[in-house]
């Protein structure tokens, strides 16, 4: 089974700030890794994803995450964000063995203020 | 670009009421999944299905069930409507497994259970 753990419920910050939304999760099996956005009053959008290979990607918006094995973790960071960016940011894994049930965190409120 | 559609934005219904909420993609995913977004509990997976008339349960599919008569179309019922089902419910879409693939969600029904 797997667990996501969005260490922050809630991240205010100010505009041109950087930023870092954490995220820890737990597998028995290796996983993709994802990052959505929900900004308000709609559905979800991915913001960027790991499958394999270089540990940092980078996304939409500017945004990037870096994947760490060794402390399970994938951190996405901005180095100067948008009133915009306000949003809400979801971590979420999903096996890579074929299985398709993706596992979302609680969820982060990015709160950027001028 | 895909497009995951939800019939309605905005439902209020009584206590004891049968509900559908209706979901359709546009882009031939044998995937389709339906979650509630609860504050504080981010996404749970109600139930999914990953072929016509194929169906499986997710982590709370106590209360809901579920029609897949077209590949395209992906229906949520809450069979007798109760004011623990108020909440936001989000489809989601994706192709086959294992492929890597995020999900496109719909922008999602507010239900309010009166």
């Known amino acids: 089974a797997q667990s996501v753990t969005q260490l922050d419920s809630q991240v205010p910050v100010f505009e041109e700030a950087p930023v870092e939304l954490r995220c820890n999760y737990s597998s028995s099996v290796s996983v993709y890794l994802f990052w959505y956005v929900q900004y308000p009053n709609q559905g979800l959008q991915l913001l960027l994803k790991y499958l394999s290979g270089s540990t940092l990607v980078k996304g939409i918006n500017g945004f990037e995450a870096e994947f760490n094995k060794s402390q399970t973790s994938f951190h996405l960071r901005k180095p100067s964000v948008h009133i915009s960016d306000t949003a809400e940011y979801f971590c979420a894994v999903r096996p890579n063995t074929g299985g398709f049930k993706t596992i979302f965190g609680a969820g982060t409120r990015l709160f950027v203020k001028a | 670009d895909v497009k995951v559609t939800q019939s309605s934005r905005y439902l209020v219904k009584r206590t004891g009421e049968k509900v559908f909420l209706e979901c359709v993609q546009d882009m031939d995913h044998e995937n389709m999944f339906w979650y509630r977004q609860d504050p504080g509990l981010g996404l749970r997976l109600i139930y999914f299905?990953?072929?016509?008339?194929?169906?499986e349960k997710g982590d709370i599919p106590e209360g809901y069930s579920v029609s897949r008569e077209k590949k395209e179309r992906f229906s949520l019922i809450l069979e007798s409507a109760s004011t623990n089902q108020t909440s936001m419910y989000l489809c989601a879409s994706s192709p086959a497994t294992g492929t890597g693939y995020g999900y496109t969600f719909g922008s999602g029904t507010r239900l309010t259970v009166v």
């Open positions: 299905s990953y072929d016509v008339k194929m169906k």
